[in-house]
């Protein structure tokens, strides 16, 4: 699977992970995709601070957001990647 693919197909995760938890959604739904290597899909934030009002939700996060985002992308690609913020 190539970070391509992925972002190709990201709404449809975060349409799958809306439809499951709205707060998942939300705090997952600004990141951009940087990387995916070695079953790591690695995730930025940094555009979240561009707004006039911050919308920063790393402290809305939690391991069972990240779980739902896991398991949606399994859902969409059948693979379980693991998740590293920057």
Do not use: Y
């Amino acid at each position: 699977m190539e970070l391509s693919q992925i972002k190709h197909s990201w709404n449809e995760v975060l349409d799958n992970l809306l439809a499951k938890d709205r707060i998942a959604w939300l705090a997952f739904f600004d990141a951009r995709l940087v990387s995916f290597e070695n079953n790591k899909l690695t995730l930025d934030f940094a555009d979240s601070q561009k707004f006039a009002n911050p919308h920063d939700f790393k402290k809305t996060r939690n391991p069972a957001h990240t779980q739902l985002l896991i398991d949606s992308i399994s859902a969409v690609f059948g693979i379980a990647p693991t998740i590293i913020e920057q």
